[in-house]
């Protein structure tokens, strides 16, 4: 994997059911490199700390490759990278083989895998169609968030090096397609539950659904 784009946000005023807020989805590449801290990327905007941002969401990642498929469904959007409010665009990011859990060296940071990117109604603003929603978690590829175990700084260019892989068999797509099913894999949901890379918050969810 390697990075293509490194990608930062300001606030931007949106309206929303007849209210104002802001959202920092609004991303643009930028010419310089990025530093990941331990709950966000230094000059990034994040509105909503309650949903963005914080130990287990301090980075989102997207794939290059998922660019060509949603700019043949959305032709008439201004496409440049960072669209998906992600940070870093990256080369050879695929989720059904990137497994949670793993940690790598990237500039001089250190990141582990931890969970995919769930869409809100502020993606629908920012590609000006509320269905992309539904047509995000339908195509399965919602690109990855990391948590930042040494920060650092990110350049366009560098590598993402394996460290140490997951002990777990538990791939980014698995857990995505797990968090919408109806009839969740029993297999997949204890393999969720044993994976301490994903936060506290989302197994006990699991938990619950499984209790009930």
Partial sequence: ????????????????????????????????????????????NVSNRSVHG?????????????????QAKYPDLEWEWGMFGENLTVEGLDEKTL????????????????QPREPCFKLGIRFKDQNILKEFIDHGYPGTYVRVLEIGEVHTGDEFELVEESSSSLTTHQFYD???????????????????????????????????
């Fill in 178 to 212: 797990l968090l919408y099913s109806r009839k969740k894999d029993p297999e997949t949901v204890q393999l969720a539950l044993e994976n301490e890379a994903l936060p506290e918050r989302k197994r006990a969810k699991l938990k619950r659904f499984i209790a009930n």
């Fill in 99 to 114: 497994k949670i859990g793993n940690i790598y060296k990237v500039g001089s940071a250190l990141v582990q895998v931890t």
């Fill in 54 to 70: 914080g130990e287990f969401k301090a980075c989102y990642l997207f794939s290059t490759e998922q660019y060509p498929y949603w």
């Fill in 1 to 44: 994997m390697r990075i293509i784009s490194t990608n930062l946000g300001k606030p931007t005023p949106i309206t929303w059911n007849g209210e104002q807020t802001t959202t920092g989805i609004y991303k643009y590449p930028v010419n310089e490199p990025i530093f990941l801290n331990k709950e966000t990327v230094n000059l990034d």
